[in-house]
């Protein structure tokens, strides 16, 4: 099993920045690859970037150039700085670690309210 903690969420004004954080404990070896999804009201959730074992990240195109998905490897955690926010960005984030293999573990998630 693995745990994940999101945190770092809150309401910013459009344009301002956040950086959430994704912890990890508990089984961690073999993760494959760390992603971050969010979810709006009324919506689907969506993949907004990934990070994989080698260091290899990918984003969505709608946050391409504003996020930045990294990671601190001695402190078992992912980062999403978040900048020039627009109050499309506002959801729910949630942190997701998938392992090789094929198991996936989900965070609780952290609200993030964009204000126009």
């Known amino acids: 099993q693995v745990q994940l903690v999101e945190s770092g969420g809150g309401l910013v004004q459009a344009g301002g920045s956040l950086r959430l954080s994704c912890a990890a404990s508990g089984s961690i070896f073999s993760i494959n690859h760390m992603d971050w999804y969010r979810q709006a009201p009324g919506k689907q959730r969506e993949l907004v970037a990934v990070i994989t074992s080698a260091g290899t990240t990918n984003y969505a195109d709608s946050v391409k150039g504003r996020f930045t998905i990294s990671r601190d490897i001695p402190k078992n955690t992912v980062y999403l700085q978040m900048n020039s926010l627009t109050p499309e960005d506002t959801g729910t984030y949630y942190c997701?670690?998938?392992?090789?293999?094929?198991?996936?573990?989900w965070g609780q998630g952290t609200q993030v309210t964009v204000s126009s």
């Open positions: 997701k670690a998938v392992k090789w293999g094929g198991p996936a573990y």
